[in-house]
């Protein structure tokens, strides 16, 4: 079992930086693929970085070159880096915690960008 919290949201000016942090507590962090998905009101979550219990990464394709996924195993913590941001990454951020057939979400972070 894994509870996840999620923090560092809030409002950010496009082109500006912002970090969001998510806390695990329970066993074995280390062992699971870590994640951020985001939602708008309306769609549906998407996927919008990945870093597996070996460090590999990806990204969604807008994202790219402009956010960074990093763990900590030692704080059990994953992060999401946001430079740059634009107005459409506005949404409610979710990390999420998955290995076989566990998944684990947190409750979720606002961000918003906008000047």
């Known amino acids: 079992q894994v509870q996840l919290v999620e923090s560092g949201g809030g409002l950010v000016r496009p082109g500006g930086s912002l970090t969001l942090s998510c806390a695990a507590s329970?066993?074995?962090?280390?062992?699971?693929?870590m994640a951020w998905y985001r939602q708008v009101l309306g769609k549906q979550r998407e996927l919008v970085a990945l870093?597996?219990?070996?460090?590999?990464?990806q990204y969604l394709e807008s994202v790219k070159g402009r956010f960074t996924i990093s763990r900590d195993n030692a704080k059990n913590a994953v992060y999401l880096q946001m430079n740059s941001p634009k107005p459409e990454d506005t949404a409610v951020y979710y990390c999420?915690?998955?290995?076989?057939?566990?998944?684990?979400w947190g409750q979720g972070t606002q961000v918003t960008v906008s000047s």
């Open positions: 999420n915690a998955f290995i076989g057939t566990a998944n684990y």
């Open positions: 870093i597996s219990r070996n460090s590999n990464t």
């Open positions: 329970g066993s074995a962090f280390s062992i699971y693929n």
